[in-house]
């Protein structure tokens, strides 16, 4: 009795515990896969943001695939910019798949009280730095 053979073609899909992250959060980026053999290498790439954006500046790299499965961490940096809504979109390099997260300012530190010397407008965490004018003259 000849048995027939059914070859499995690859797959490759790309997850993310979440499609929204802040600036100085960090984002893990699953592979999961069928079909491919232990230890292949699959690249991958990074649109969207540059190499300042990410902690290690790798804005390229390989997945390692390990029982149909690999992962990859990134830091996104806290830039102290207010720079709007960025979207990071990582592909494969074989075409096979992509992922967009948008990525969102982080806080701003600086002084918040708009009654200081060294008031910031565009930070959103007061740091504790605000100075004042000194109203003590010497004079009772």
């Known amino acids: 009795v000849a048995q027939s053979m059914i070859a499995q073609s690859a797959t490759y899909q790309l997850t993310s515990p979440t499609n929204i ?3 100085g959060d960090q984002l893990c980026i699953n592979l999961i896969t069928t079909g491919v053999a232990q230890g292949t290498t699959v690249s991958w790439y990074i649109t969207g943001l540059d190499s300042a954006d990410i902690v290690t ?3 390229s790299g390989e997945f390692i695939v390990t029982n149909n499965q690999s992962q990859y961490c990134m830091d996104i940096v806290n830039d102290q910019l207010i720079e709007g809504t960025e979207t990071l979109t990582f592909s494969l390099a074989n075409g096979a798949d992509s992922l967009q997260v948008t990525v969102l300012d982080g806080p701003i530190q600086g002084c918040t009280d708009p009654t200081a ?3 910031d407008p565009s930070a959103t965490v007061d740091d504790g730095t605000c100075t004042y004018h000194s109203n003590n003259t010497g004079k009772r």
């Open 117 to 119: 010397l060294n008031y």
């Open 57 to 59: 500046g790798l804005v």
């Open 21 to 23: 992250v802040t600036e």
